[in-house]
């Protein structure tokens, strides 16, 4: 009987342990199927009322946040990338207390280390002043990791899209910039704006007409002939005389869209379309061409009297004698104003006023920039002496994109067409209007490449490219005698080749000094000429213009009448 109660025991022992254990596994399962419910039900709950759904469109997914934009070639000029930015949260050890573990001098000091260009005092006195907001932006990975580093909880280092302009300043103008609020500002950011933003159409890249090549060229040359001069800016553009489309367009000193300060506002101001000069005597050549267009020179040979003109209280001399007479090919050659006057009488008011309407001078510059300078343009019925002084360009005052299109009008056979930063396709250049007969233009042509082999343009003769040009010094409005004599707009209004015209190009300085560089010459023919003769060869091979000694435009019609060709 012991033996079987021993049994008995021993079942039951076992059943208690196998029950326990039952309940054991029970309530385990249990409790991960509770863990499970929940996990379900903070998904559902998640994926129904969360901000995952609404932040994950299609578009947000598979485009950047803005377009990007390109060069003619497709060149990246500004495209949107992820970035880390250096942000101040005063609020990240709590409401109450200091937001920094170190002084702020200290964190300043360690942040400056990292960042060369920041200033230590104006930072200090951030991050004293429990402000918060964002103390650099774009942070490449390693800087961000040094930030961090520095073990302050308030400096953040959150990852943002950012606009990005990979040419740097280059073409900075005609770029814009995009501001923290993420709208585009100035150039053609502003212009593009919506396409740029709209999920639509931001997934398609904008190609501008711009050839970041070109580009580069005009900038360095300008910048080169500013430093040699002294000049205080300079301003260039080069236009396809066909089309209309701008394939570079420079205004220096430049501004960084990567970059955007104080100093690089003041910067913004566009020389080639928003500021406007009186051009001087690269008008001379629009005059002449409106005066044998109209009839009013049919003789080119007719010698005009090239003593100083007097008109009423006020005399238009030249500034160096250049012989009793000249005839209209000699006038360009030698730049005169007082026989481009006497042209330009001859002309009549109505005659010159119209044609120069007919060129856009008395409108903004047509082009899709929205910075657009209004001309200085005499209204009403012209004077007598208003009609000389605009025959060699005094009295009126125009964008140097206003003279970029004018000429591309003269020497393309006569048709104006407005000036676009978009890139054309074959076929959708503008109709235009026809401004000068085409044998007008033809004999334009001539003339103007007589200037830079016998006249003023000589320091732009680009061998084998047959560049023709004219030259432009005038005297800056202001003083007690209405002009300052001691400051120059000095520039060079060219074509090339001139046998079958391409291009035009359009180089400025502003307020040069005469230097060794320009043999102590303050004048365009020895600072603002020599841009271009540096320019076209460089650029010439890239766009399709290559260097030809075999072929030039021919001038044997109009040799008889220049001196300096009978040498």
């Known amino acids: ?187 053609m950011e502003q212009v593009l704006n919506d396409h740029l933003s709209n999920p639509a159409t931001r997934g398609t890249p904008v ?64 020389r080639v379309t928003n500021q406007v000069y009186e051009l001087g005597s690269t008008f001379k050549p629009l005059t002449v061409a409106a005066a044998i267009d109209s009839g009013t020179i049919r003789d080119l040979g007719k010698r005009y009297d090239a003593s100083p003109v007097k008109v009423g209280r006020f005399t238009i001399k030249d500034s160096h004698a250049m012989g009793p007479t000249l005839n209209a090919v000699e006038t360009l050659i030698h730049s005169s104003n007082t026989t481009t006057a006497r042209i330009a009488d001859d002309m009549g008011p109505e005659r010159l006023r119209q044609y120069m309407i007919d060129m856009g001078m008395n409108e903004r510059p047509h082009i899709e920039l929205p910075a657009k300078g209004f001309p200085l343009w005499p209204r009403g019925d012209w004077a007598r ?34 000036a676009t930063l978009k890139k054309l396709g074959a076929g959708e250049a503008p109709k235009g209007r026809r401004v000068f007969k085409a044998s007008t233009s033809s004999r334009m042509r001539q003339m103007l490449r007589a200037i830079a082999v016998y006249g003023t343009g000589r320091n732009a003769d680009a061998p084998g490219y047959r560049v023709g040009g004219k030259t432009g010094s005038a005297e800056k409005p202001g003083g007690s005698a209405g002009y300052r004599k001691t400051a120059l707009v000095s520039t060079f209004a060219a074509a090339f080749p001139m046998d079958r015209p391409r291009y035009v190009i359009i180089a400025m300085l502003d307020e040069p000094k005469g230097t060794v560089a320009s043999s102590f010459q303050r004048t365009a023919a020895w600072n603002a000429a020599p841009i271009v003769g540096r320019l076209v060869p460089r650029i010439g091979p890239l766009i399709g213009v290559r260097p030809d000694d075999t072929r030039d435009i021919d001038i044997s019609a109009i040799k008889p009448l220049i001196p300096e060709a009978q040498e």
């Open 385 to 418: 002496l208003t009609n000389m002084t605009v025959g060699f360009g005094h009295g009126i005052a125009v964008t140097p994109l206003h003279l970029a299109s004018a000429y591309a009008a003269m020497v393309n056979g006569g048709v104006w067409r407005p």
């Open 1 to 187: 009987m012991a033996v079987a109660s021993g049994r008995v025991q021993l079942v039951t022992l076992r059943q208690r342990s196998l029950d326990l254990a039952r309940w054991r596994v029970l309530w385990i399962a249990l409790a991960f199927a509770l863990a499970a419910m929940v996990a379900l039900m903070r998904i559902s709950y998640l994926g129904m009322n969360g901000e995952g759904a609404r932040a994950t469109s299609l578009a947000d997914a598979l485009l950047p946040p803005r377009g990007e934009i390109t060069d003619r070639n497709g060149v990246p000029l500004a495209r949107a990338f992820p970035a880390y930015a250096l942000w101040f949260n005063p609020k990240a050890l709590g409401e109450d207390g200091d937001p920094l573990v170190r002084s702020p001098r200290e964190v300043a000091r360690k942040l400056v280390a990292i960042f060369p260009d920041l200033d230590e005092n104006k930072l200090t006195a951030h991050l004293a002043s429990g402000k918060q907001g964002y103390l650099r932006r774009r942070l490449l990975p390693e800087e961000a990791n040094r930030v961090q580093e520095i073990g302050e909880l308030a400096l953040e280092v959150p990852m943002e899209q950012d606009r990005h302009y990979p040419q740097g300043a280059m073409g900075a103008h005609v770029l814009g910039y995009v501001a923290a609020d993420g709208t585009g500002r100035v150039g």
């Open 207 to 270: 190609a501008l007409s711009i050839d970041v090549r070109v580009q580069g060229a005009l900038e360095d040359e300008l910048r080169r002939g500013m430093k040699l001069t002294q000049a205080q800016g300079g301003a260039g553009i080069v236009l396809d005389v066909d089309t209309g489309e701008v394939l570079a367009l420079a205004s220096l000193p430049e501004f960084d869209p990567n970059r955007i300060d104080a100093e690089g506002q003041k910067l913004m101001f566009n």
